[in-house]
């Protein structure tokens, strides 16, 4: 696993999971939202592309970012693609729980100073509303790039609970010899 592409949902752990693997592997992590979002608004869609793949070019790297419209640049050119794929009712109770925390002051991240409580609950398009319309709408979407992703010969890895997250961080740490002694890993072709 030298190229690594992991998305999902918010609050289902993305980037705690891809620090993890740069540390256990020595890869370059890249958080595709640090490319996008830059002092002066987003990137246009041309550019993000270009500098995603300029990532992406490299021998080793692990990006992490819930951004389907760039599975040619990111996701084909993976050994392994991470889907991490929880229950709403889970993601739901995740954004409530850091977003009361980002809220309350026991959280000091730029997203955490950015949030107010209407960004989080109470506009219509705050993140826990924003987070359940994308699941409803992209899951089925996401489960076919997945599949075509898969058919290109990519490694699918698709984890639906913090359980399994862990089980596969175990396999990670026991080598390939061993890593498909808990059944997450599989290709994908349905939701």
Not at 49 to 69: L, Y
Not at 148 to 159: I, Q, Y
Request: aromatic fraction near 8%.
């Amino acid at each position: 696993m030298r190229k690594i592409a992991l998305f999902g949902p918010p609050a289902t752990g993305k980037t705690t999971l891809a620090r993890w693997l740069s540390a256990e592997l020595g890869h370059p992590h890249t958080d595709l939202d640090d490319i996008l979002f830059t002092p002066d608004g987003p990137l246009p869609l041309p550019e993000f592309r270009r500098q995603a793949g300029e990532v992406t070019q490299a021998d080793a790297w692990i990006v992490e970012g819930n951004f389907s419209k760039l599975a040619d640049v990111v996701w084909h050119r993976a050994d392994v693609l991470v889907w991490l794929d929880f229950p709403l009712p889970l993601i739901m109770y995740r954004i409530v729980r850091r977003s009361l925390c980002q809220l309350t002051g026991h959280d000091d991240s730029p997203q955490a100073q950015r949030l107010t409580w209407s960004k989080a609950f109470f506009n219509r398009r705050s993140l826990l509303r924003t987070a359940i319309r994308k699941y409803r709408n992209n899951r089925p979407r996401y489960a076919q790039q997945v599949s075509e992703t898969a058919a290109l010969g990519v490694k699918v890895v698709r984890l639906r609970s913090p359980h399994e997250v862990l089980r596969w961080r175990e396999d990670v740490l026991k080598g390939p010899a061993e890593s498909h002694s808990h059944g997450a890993t599989r290709h994908t072709t349905g939701p």
